[in-house]
């Protein structure tokens, strides 16, 4: 799931992750080749497996104003 967030952005169910992980493992074996197309179905939403996902995520106050510059560093 992280891998293919950091790479592509896509935020994928654990199902689909496994199909990532087994199609990084046919391309080492040569079973996959560069030129082949291949098609993954992300079957589910990421944001029900909270689990899966380890975040830090900052707290806001509301009683204090957002230094928006710091979020971004997070």
Do not use: H
Not at 9 to 20: D, F, N, R, S
Not at 34 to 58: C, H, I, M, W
Request: charged share 20%; hydrophobic share 45%.
């Amino acid at each position: 799931m992280k891998l293919a967030n950091s790479k592509e952005g896509i935020a994928v169910c654990p199902e689909t992750a496994v199909c990532l992980g087994v199609l990084d493992q046919l391309i080492g074996q040569g079973k996959i080749k560069p030129k082949d197309r291949v098609l993954l179905f992300n079957t589910g939403a990421a944001q029900k497996y909270l689990e899966s996902v380890k975040a830090e995520v900052p707290r806001l106050s509301l009683s204090q104003s957002v230094d928006w510059g710091a979020l971004l560093s997070v």
